[in-house]
C-alpha cells in the first residue's frame, strides 16, 4: 500500500486513522476475554476455541484500518481503502472546492472526527474517524488553498 508519487509530487499530508474506530471490536474482545478466562478456569476446550474465534473480527477490523491510506501531496488527494478488493480514488486538488468536519459525541470526546472533502460534482468523500480532525482540515486547507468555516456537528 505505497503511494506511487509523479514527476514533481511531493507527499505533504497523512492521515492518522484513530483508535476510536476500534471501539465496538475493543469491548467486544474485553468480554470475550473475561469468557475465555473464565473457560480456562473450568478447562473447557470448547469455551476455549470460541474465544480464538472470537477474537478474529477484531483482528479482521484492525487489518482493514491498517489497510487505509489518506494521503495528501502537492498534486492530488490518495484515497486507498479495503483489504481483500481494493478502493482507489485520486482527487486533483484543484477540484477540491471545500472541507468540512462532523464529529459525534464519542468523537469529540477522544478528539476524533470525519473530514468531508467537497468537490464540485461529486458526493463528499468522507474520511472516517481521523485524529485531530480540525487539525488535519486546517493542513489540508492550506496545502490545497482552499479556505472554510464549516463544521457539521450531528446531534
Do not use: C
Amino acid at each position: 500500500m505505497t503511494l506511487k508519487l509523479r514527476e514533481n509530487e511531493k507527499l505533504k499530508l497523512k492521515a492518522n486513522i484513530h483508535w476510536l474506530e476500534n471501539i465496538s471490536q475493543i469491548i467486544f474482545g474485553i468480554f470475550l476475554t473475561i469468557f475465555g478466562l473464565a473457560s480456562l478456569a473450568s478447562k473447557d476446550s470448547f469455551l476455549l476455541s470460541f474465544l480464538i474465534i472470537g477474537w478474529l473480527p477484531f483482528i479482521y477490523k484492525v487489518l482493514v484500518i491498517r489497510a487505509k491510506n489518506y494521503s495528501l501531496t502537492n498534486q492530488r488527494l490518495y484515497i486507498e481503502e479495503g483489504l481483500f478488493s481494493k478502493k482507489k480514488r485520486e482527487i486533483p486538488i484543484q477540484k477540491i472546492n471545500d472541507f468540512e468536519i462532523s464529529q459525534r459525541i464519542f468523537q469529540r470526546l477522544f478528539g476524533a472526527g470525519n473530514v468531508h472533502v467537497l468537490t464540485a460534482n461529486d458526493k463528499p468523500i468522507i474520511l472516517k474517524n481521523i485524529r485531530n480532525p480540525d487539525e488535519f482540515k486546517n493542513n489540508m486547507s492550506e496545502i490545497t488553498g482552499v479556505i472554510s468555516q464549516k463544521a457539521i456537528n450531528p446531534v
